[in-house]
């Protein structure tokens, strides 16, 4: 089993999802977070389960409604998470953002 990294950028993330998804329904913030501790012990078990993306060892996994998706990259210290997004965006600000990972 694998280590779960975290890099601030994606705990900024699911900090700033969870409080929108709370002020717009109250508990909805706590089943997205749930989700998401369900998908990183997946992940720490299987750090291939991700689509492979870009033609680069980064990863997505979707969760939450299949409206969310968190991006990783499996290294040798473990399944590094870089980025949760919600998908209803335009792509290329997602990816602009990860162009770096």
């Keep these: 089993m694998k280590e779960v990294v975290w890099t601030l950028a994606a705990e900024a993330d699911v900090q700033e999802i969870y409080e929108r ?16 501790l369900h998908v990183t012990r997946l992940l720490a078990q299987f750090p ?22 968190l991006f990783y990259v499996s290294e040798a210290r473990g399944v590094v998470l870089h980025a949760l997004f919600d998908l209803r965006q335009d792509p290329a600000m997602i990816e602009r953002r990860l162009r770096d990972v």
């Design 48 to 69: 291939e389960l991700g689509t492979s993306l870009y033609h680069r060892r980064l990863r997505r996994v979707l969760l939450h409604n299949r409206h969310y998706g």
């Design 21 to 36: 998804l709370e002020l717009r329904e109250e508990g909805s913030g706590d089943a997205f977070y749930a989700d998401v």
